[in-house]
């Protein structure tokens, strides 16, 4: 079964940091452009990342920019988003999506072939 699994979420305080990972099963990731997503309680999905499967080139919403920083493990067949001086705003589930695209901008669900099921970051003291 083809999927996307997020891990490395979880409680940090703001200032802090995460590495969240996108791994995939059952096929190459770097045939992929990668993206993340994230929900907060009560909002509408929002693009955050993105990284293209040919040259590797990447883009960040400005909320994020400076902060996050996407990158891809090939030996590992993983995507990794380090996230830095995390944000209570940054609060929520974090999901990534594969397709064919060139990052030019953050799809609707149904345009990205595969997803993952999320993972779970909260930013608080």
């Known amino acids: 079964q083809l999927q996307l699994v997020e891990s490395g979420g979880g409680l940090v305080q703001p200032g802090g940091s995460l590495r969240l990972s996108c791994a995939a099963s059952?096929?190459?990731?770097?045939?992929?452009?990668i993206t993340w997503f994230r929900q907060a309680p009560g909002k509408e999905r929002e693009g955050v990342s993105c990284i293209t499967n040919i040259g590797g080139s990447t883009n960040y919403a400005d909320p994020v920019k400076g902060r996050f920083t996407i990158s891809r493990d090939n030996a590992k067949n993983t995507v990794i988003l380090q996230m830095n001086s995390l944000k209570p705003e940054d609060t929520g589930i974090y999901y990534c999506a594969a397709d064919r695209g060139d990052c030019s901008g953050y799809m609707p669900r149904g345009w990205y072939e595969y997803w993952g099921q999320g993972t779970q970051v909260t930013v608080s003291t």
């Open positions: 059952a096929f190459t990731l770097d045939y992929y452009t």
